[in-house]
């Protein structure tokens, strides 16, 4: 009856749209009074143009009674707007009472969209009523209206608005002179034109290339010219219809000095790169100018696949085929890896000319071998190399780098080792190819040992080679010598590039070193590459991983471009550092902005609600997952929600997810509920999961620990022996749980009654006094976390110099309060230092960030970040 009531107040056609209501799968059910449930469903569908589904959906809302809702009317508006329906997008405008200068913009970007008289008509008109309700127009609210003048060729309609944008302002801007200058060009006006273009302080290439078009028009060939000239004095590198205005039918003498230009452009701007430079080579080319092309090429800086590819070819196309061979042959002892399109070049070249068929059979092995690597078929690219040498052929540089490429993807450490010796046999091994390929093998199989012997043996390795080396120690786990590493490579004259940059700071993350990931940070800064995106997403996470959560969201919120890793890398270390609200927050804000959600940025949603032990919250988040955005869950996405469960002490009922799940349970999430079972002294549970953890992993010492911490919990101490005598029986030893913290560029490491640091006796003493001071502010010891059946004192004083009590009593000796600390367990933090590290930071007025294997813990004046809840 309401779905009725609301269809007869306009012509919609919602009836023929409920029709379809069946194409939307797990839509939420009716009657639904939240507005905010549909708005991303909404913004899906404006995303995806995806006019049917959001008509289904505008049924829906109108069924559920939210018709009259603002916020659901201008996304639908948007819609219909974005979808180019603009009659129902204006049906949907009329029924607003008081609508803003968003609502006016997205009907006048729908008429813009379907231009045709009639919708220009009503745009003019529309605009009229906008100043009438003294709506003030923005430039996206003139721009649509001026593209329906473009295509009326409404010169006196263009002047009006260009008049109305001249009172209001708004003449300057780019959305707007872009048009008018556009207009005044196809109308004749080129002065006028000009003037407006004179006066525009930021002008696009687009924008030139119109005005040198009209002149070119003209014939005012010298006007093209002139603007060309003041084009590349202005920073802004021409494209190819800039080119085809410029080069086409001009004089040779012209014709130099264009390419003096782009020649002089490249020395004056350090952002002409070498897609610039083959843009301008394509020009020439494409005009019929192979010889100037020829000396652009020769007069590049840097040259990469496409370059030597484009003038290959145009060697072979123009009839000069020894200079494309010669080319090639140049190419070859380059460190440049020819492809396909460059062997089927030099292949047609040979073919053209009779006496070089010796070297065309040469070329055509070399297109087998390089095919296998190309095409994924790593061990029939190793079976050939393995022929050719059984045979006796003499194996060049190409073949050996394509066959260390083939090694690197099959992690064929054996293989790579002995196509190394023959490298170094034939004497390849400097070769600039050959050695970049063992370079890259041997990081590829994690043999960062031989890998470095190879980089040293460079006599002077290029900016390619030392970001392959800084990252291949960062992805095998040598984080220090990665950073060793780079500034080794800053003292030679080279810089880091965004990818280098970003890979460095991951390594900073890994060790927690804020220190130097700031140092990292300034020289980004001062090399202008903090703008880049990987770079700022590298940086969020870093500062989250070392405990700075302020200063990574400081960051994000300063980040000008934002992709989803961007908003996922935010998410997660809100996360991980307790800050679930704020984490959904965010989640909430990413949404409303129109960015779609993926997997990783569930998994970050429902680690926040397990962190911070909202269990009704993730089960609602998984189902917006599934429901709303399609995902498929995966076992990350179930492990999160065992997570919680076990957490808030649902054992059993975590123990009967995992049982339902679609799949296996991973070891990681048996463990989370292990350690559930310890906490909440659940033996049988704890029982059941330790034999299948056992069954699954025989040799993993941790599922003994616990459960020997669950036995010694009920004070079951045979069956804590038990427990030992199994591990003794399967030669499983305790992994040692050990704590770092870095003072001053240096880490200094801590196992548990650790007495192996030089400051040993001082640390020690710096702990006792700490325990007097802790245990007079109430703390009382835990000694349900010892396995051993000792006295109470006994248990006590086994508390004392755990791992990390050692590293915080090292920290508060020599840092300067009021500085923070932050320290590192390899473990889980243990209960009592947990509440011991509680004490210590309101006793010593000091910040105490610990980072375990789970999540940080930030310690402030006896509290901590967790609440408890960890």
């Known amino acids: 009856m309401l779905l009725h009531t609301q269809l007869s107040r306009g012509p919609l056609r919602l009836p023929f749209i409920c029709r379809r209501f069946s194409a939307l799968p797990a839509l939420p059910a009716l009657p639904q009074e939240d507005p905010t449930r549909w708005l991303p469903l909404l913004r899906s569908c404006i995303s995806n143009r995806n006019l049917r589904q959001g008509q289904c959906i505008h049924a829906l809302i109108v069924a559920s009674g939210l018709a009259h809702d603002t916020s659901l009317t201008k996304n639908l508006i948007n819609l ?4 180019s329906s603009p009659s129902l997008a204006r049906q949907l405008f009329d029924r607003i009472t008081n609508p803003d200068v968003v609502a006016y913009n997205s009907v006048l970007s729908s008429y813009a969209l379907c231009p045709d008289e009639t919708h220009t008509q009503e745009a003019f008109l529309l605009l009229r009523r906008m100043l009438y309700d003294a709506v003030n127009p923005t430039q996206f609210t003139l721009a649509p209206v001026l593209k329906l003048c473009l295509n009326s060729n409404g010169i006196a309609d263009s002047e009006c608005v260009h008049c109305l944008a001249f009172k209001i302002g708004l003449d300057s801007d780019l959305f707007v002179s872009g048009p008018i200058i556009t207009l005044y060009c196809k109308g004749g006006k080129i002065e006028t034109a000009r003037q407006l273009f004179e006066e525009t302080p930021v002008r696009d290439v ?15 060939e010298n006007e093209v010219f002139l603007l060309f000239s003041v084009l590349h004095r202005s920073g802004l590198h021409p494209d190819d219809t800039t080119m085809r205005l410029v080069l086409e039918g001009r004089e040779k003498d012209v014709v130099e000095q264009v390419r003096a230009f782009a020649v002089k452009s490249y020395f004056l701007h350090d952002d002409f790169d070498v897609s610039e430079w083959n843009k301008t080579m394509s020009a020439f080319l494409r005009e019929g100018y192979l010889d100037c092309s020829s000396r652009v090429f020769y007069e590049m800086g840097d040259l990469d696949l496409i370059s030597w590819n484009t003038m290959i070819s145009s060697y072979v196309q123009g009839g000069f085929e020894k200079e494309a061979i010669s080319l090639f042959l140049d190419m070859f002892h380059s460190a440049v890896m020819p492809d396909h399109v460059t062997l089927s070049s030099v292949l047609r070249a040979c073919g ?18 390089s095919g296998y690597v190309t095409n994924a078929n790593y061990v029939k690219a190793l079976e050939l190399f ?14 050996l780098a394509t066959s260390f490429k083939a090694c690197s993807s099959l992690v064929a450490l054996e293989n790579g080792k002995q196509i190394h010796a023959h490298s170094v046999k034939v004497g390849f091994e400097s070769d600039v190819c050959v050695s970049s390929g063992i370079l890259d093998m041997y990081l590829k199989c994690g043999n960062t040992r031989d890998a470095s012997i190879v980089f040293n043996n460079i006599s002077e390795p290029d900016d390619v080679a030392w970001t392959a080396m800084i990252s291949g120690c960062v992805e095998t786990g040598d984080q220090e010598y990665a950073l060793q590493l780079y500034h080794r490579m800053r003292s030679t004259g080279l810089e880091a590039d965004e990818y280098t940059f970003s890979t460095l700071i991951k390594a900073c993350s890994c060790l927690t070193a804020l220190e130097q990931g700031r140092q990292i940070q300034a020289n980004a800064i001062k090399l202008e590459q903090l703008s880049d995106t990987f770079v700022g997403t590298s940086l969020i996470d870093m500062y989250a991983k070392c405990g700075c959560i302020e200063d990574s969201y400081i960051l994000f919120k300063r980040m000008g471009m934002k992709n989803i890793t961007s908003w996922n890398a935010m998410i997660v270390g809100l996360a991980q550092q307790g800050n679930g609200e704020e984490a959904l927050d965010l989640f909430r804000e990413m949404t409303s902005l129109g960015f779609q959600p993926d997997g990783v940025t569930f998994i970050g949603v429902l680690s926040s609600c397990s962190h911070s032990g909202m269990v009704s919250e993730s089960y609602k988040y998984f189902d917006v997952m599934c429901k709303d955005y399609n995902i498929d869950p995966k076992i990350e996405h179930y492990a999160c929600l065992v997570d919680v469960l076990a957490r808030a002490g649902r054992v059993s009922e975590a123990e009967k997810l995992m049982e339902s ?16 079972c310890r906490v909440n002294g659940n033996i049988e549970i704890g029982e059941r999961v330790a034999n299948r953890l056992i069954r699954l992993e025989p040799s993993d010492p941790s599922v003994y620990v616990l459960l020997s911490n669950i036995y010694a919990r009920a004070q079951e101490w045979d069956e804590v022996a038990r427990a030992r005598e199994m591990m003794r029986k399967r030669s499983v030893k305790k992994d040692p749980g050990y704590s770092w913290i870095q003072v001053k560029n240096k880490v200094h490491v801590f196992l548990v009654d650790d007495k192996s640091h030089p400051e040993s006796n001082a640390i020690y003493d710096k702990v006792e006094d700490l325990m007097k001071r802790i245990q007079l502010e109430g703390y009382v010891p835990d000694t349900s976390h010892i396995l051993h059946d000792l006295e109470e004192e006994e248990k006590e004083r086994a508390l004392y110099y755990h791992s990390e009590k050692l590293a915080v ?10 500085s923070s600390l932050r320290v ?36 402030s004046d006896g509290k901590c970040s967790c609440r408890d809840y960890w």
Not at 352 to 365: L, P
Not at 661 to 676: H, N, T
Not at 809 to 818: H, I, M, R, V
């Open 80 to 83: 219909y707007a974005k979808c």
């Open 206 to 220: 687009v924008l030139w290339n119109m005005l040198m078009k009209a002149y070119k028009d003209e014939g005012a």
């Open 661 to 676: 799940m679609p799949f296996e349970g991973s070891v990681s999430m048996y463990r989370a509920l292990l350690g559930a």
């Open 824 to 859: 590192i367990k390899s473990l889980r933090v243990c209960g009592d230092c947990h509440n011991a590290i509680k004490y210590i930071s309101k006793v010593v007025g000091r910040d105490i960030i610990l980072r375990d294997t789970n999540r940080f813990h930030h310690f």
């Open 352 to 369: 053209a000319i009779t006496n070089e068929t010796s070297f065309g059979k040469q070329v055509h092995v070399l297109a087998l071998k």
């Open 386 to 399: 393995s022929s050719v040498h059984h045979y006796g052929e003499r194996l060049d540089n190409f073949t």
């Open 809 to 818: 009593a090292y920290g508060l000796l020599c840092t300067p309060s009021p």
